[in-house]
């Protein structure tokens, strides 16, 4: 494991004075397997006493009574062993408003870029995979848009908060046409999606969605609505038994519930390819608000909630 914070010069050890060059090619060179590069979401902030993202959800063993947190890197398999490769824990500043959290995915995103350009000169033909959760998901994508073709492999992005048509323009780009995406929502998450909506402008005018609910159709993007039946009895029927939701509300939900990581796993390995993904997924997702208002006989699809 790697831990880098984003600060005015870019992404540098965290809690660390070395420069990050000879770590990093240090820490490559004790493993041949493939780079997993972890970003959260909103609220977390690198060296927070309570928020730290490297001691808590990118811990191997994170500490006791925390709510909300599972050791993303150990579900990973990213425990130590050999040729499981580089974890890199990437944290940024995402506490404050959510103005202030949503410009500051912005740099973090450019720092992520340098990052991953600087992987590749140093392991051209080594996988570099993302995961992301919520606010993170823009730094992802804008990461992978800002970078050269083929600079990351795979990404899998976990309730995004983030627009539709800024995933679009990311994702069409010529640096990102080889990046495979697994984009994993739950109508769990609505509420979320309609306060960002709610509280953020999109990057272009015209009307918008979140990726939640209007993912673009691209070749290389597949969406997974992990509280659809359908979806959850395909996916165990593959051999991937997820746990049905609890829930009618939860921001968190693609990484708490049991059963997502062995499919995120699978998806990273190449065991479980997004062209089989999507064969064997529903091609449409339930429209928003049907998990707090199912829908009655006579009401129209999108119902009175919907936007």
């Not at 499981?84 to 103005?99: D, N, P, V």
């Not at 073709?149 to 048509?165: D, H």
């Not at 780009?173 to 909506?197: C, G, H, K, M, Y």
């Not at 359908?230 to 939701?245: E, N, Q, T, V």
Request: with cysteine; glycine share 8%; proline share 10%.
């Amino acid at each position: 494991m790697l831990r880098l914070t984003v600060t005015d010069e870019g992404a540098t050890l965290h809690d660390a004075r070395a420069p990050r060059l000879p770590v990093l090619r240090h820490a490559l060179s004790r493993d041949p397997g493939p780079v997993t590069v972890m970003i959260h979401g909103y609220k977390y902030q690198p060296g927070h006493t309570l928020h730290c993202p490297h001691g808590s959800i990118f811990a191997r063993r994170p500490a006791p009574g925390q709510p909300r947190v599972v050791s993303w890197p150990r579900h990973l398999g990213l425990r130590g062993q050999p040729g499981e490769g580089l974890g890199i824990s990437f944290g940024w500043q995402a506490r404050g408003s959510i103005w202030q959290a949503h410009q500051s995915a912005t740099k973090a995103g450019e720092a992520l870029a340098d990052l991953l350009a600087e992987l590749r000169r140093l392991v051209p033909t080594r996988p570099v995979n993302l995961i992301a959760h919520s606010l993170g998901a823009r730094v992802a994508l804008r990461a992978i848009a800002g970078g050269k073709t083929g600079t990351v492999n795979r990404a899998i992005l976990l309730a995004a908060a983030e627009y539709a048509g800024t995933a679009r323009r990311a994702l069409d780009a010529p640096a990102a046409r080889l990046t495979q995406v697994l984009n994993v929502t739950s109508r769990e998450n609505d509420l979320f999606d309609f306060l960002n909506e709610r509280l953020i402008p999109p990057d272009s005018p015209g009307p918008d969605q979140m990726l939640g609910q209007g993912a673009p159709d691209l070749p290389n993007l597949v969406t997974l609505q992990l509280d659809d039946p359908d979806s959850l009895h395909a996916l165990r029927r593959a051999g991937f038994p997820i746990r049905p939701p609890e829930r009618l509300v939860c921001h968190w939900s693609p990484y708490l519930r049991p059963g997502v990581f062995p499919l995120y796993r699978a998806v990273f390995a190449g065991d479980m390819a997004l062209s089989r993904l999507r064969a064997l997924l529903p091609a449409e997702t339930a429209p928003r608000w049907s998990r707090l208002m199912p829908r009655l006989p006579g009401r129209t699809a999108s119902g009175p909630l919907s936007v």
